[in-house]
């Protein structure tokens, strides 16, 4: 059975406060950045980027000058000259230390460049776009060659997994900083409060889908394979699938409190922020290799990487996870290694070594 849930229900807001957090930093002079993004949220994409809108709200904190300039190419050349000039008459006006773009597709942007470049790379800028047929499009061929020309350009190139540098032209340096999690919003809740919110069965298992059937990257987050997977288990669990569509970022902390277990089957990934999110909210997780998941979860009991993307490979994980009558514990390594708070301190490092570059080129 699969219960779908498409954010309609009043559980709170379309766009979540970040909470008070202090950042030390130790910066000679507020740095002053202009954010390039596709990823942004928008009356029409309200769900856009909750990983760069923290990012940004840490480093506000940590007192940089950080401006934001959204913009939604989706292929289409002209809005991509409209943008670009956009930005021209940006830098005209107002004076930045470096440009930081996120996605190799903002990064082109940013040329002829005027001042120090660093892109953030998160996934399918670098991997390819996979179409309905679950191939790799002509368009993500496209926009893997020109990340890679932007990567070749940039003065800084940050990769939020390691497993994306592969992609990278060769002999190009680079950064591996994953996108942080808000600690402060996604934590523990009482399973039986969070499902009686969220009006879901107490007496069946449930399995939070790692992506969103609707949009775009649907076919790379492979919801058939789920289904699949699920179907295995019919017959010794009582076990829904849950899938979230349009739901709110500040309300996801009570859908993966409800669960039971998060599931990941994506074709690719670069840094999975779900799957972080879960590991704050001591969800566990199985899923398919893909990203940097191994490195995140593999070495947490209660977790499984699958040896291969087989549904009954993938059903056997679940079934190992469902069947465990133990306390789960994996908020203690995200709080380690994937607070934004030490994150931002290590991207204000690359923002120096930009400018260093550039001065010395």
């Known amino acids: 059975m699969e219960l779908i849930f498409d954010g309609k229900n009043d559980f709170g807001s379309k766009t979540g406060k970040v909470p008070s957090m202090e950042v030390n930093c130790e910066i000679d002079a507020p740095l002053r950045i202009l954010i390039v993004t596709s990823s942004w949220p928008t009356p029409e994409h309200p769900d856009g980027g909750p990983f760069i809108i923290l990012q940004v709200e840490v480093l506000r ?10 913009f939604r190419g989706e292929k289409n050349l002209i809005r991509y000259l409209r943008a670009w000039y956009q930005i021209r008459r940006q830098l005209r006006r107002k004076s930045y230390d470096l440009i930081h773009a996120h996605f190799g597709q903002s990064g082109i942007l940013a040329f002829p460049k005027r001042i120090p470049l660093v892109v953030t790379f998160h996934g399918d800028d670098l991997e390819g776009i996979i179409g309905p047929q679950g191939q790799y499009t002509f368009a993500g061929h496209v926009l893997r060659s020109l990340s890679k020309v932007v990567a070749s350009f940039a003065d800084e190139v940050i990769v939020v997994s390691a497993s994306l540098a592969r992609h990278l032209p060769k002999r190009r340096s680079y950064h591996v900083i994953p996108g942080g999690v808000d600690l402060d919003l996604f934590k523990p809740l009482s399973k039986e409060e969070a499902r009686n919110t969220l009006k879901l069965p107490q007496d069946r298992y449930l399995v939070l889908f790692g992506g969103r059937i609707h949009n775009a990257d649907a076919p790379r987050k492979r919801y058939d394979l789920a289904r699949q997977a699920i179907a295995h288990l019919s017959s010794q669990y009582n076990v829904d699938l849950v899938v979230t569509r349009d739901v709110p970022h500040d ?19 670069g840094s999975p922020t779900v799957v972080k999110e879960a590991m704050a909210c001591n ?13 995140r979860i593999g070495s947490i009991p209660g977790c499984i990487v699958c040896n291969d993307d087989r549904s009954e490979t993938i059903a056997t994980g679940l079934a190992h996870v469902l069947s465990r009558n133990m306390s789960f514990n ?25 400018r260093q570059r550039w001065k010395i080129a």
């Open 61 to 70: 904190m940590a007192g940089l000058q950080v401006d934001v300039f959204p």
């Open 283 to 295: 969800l566990p997780v199985v899923s398919v290799a893909v990203g940097d998941v191994p490195e």
């Open 330 to 354: 994996s908020r203690h390594v995200a709080a380690k290694e994937l607070d934004e708070r030490i994150l931002a301190k290590k991207v204000i490092d690359v923002y120096r070594y930009a």
């Open 251 to 269: 309300v996801m902390p009570i859908y993966m409190n409800a669960c039971d277990v998060l599931l990941l089957t994506s074709i690719h990934e």
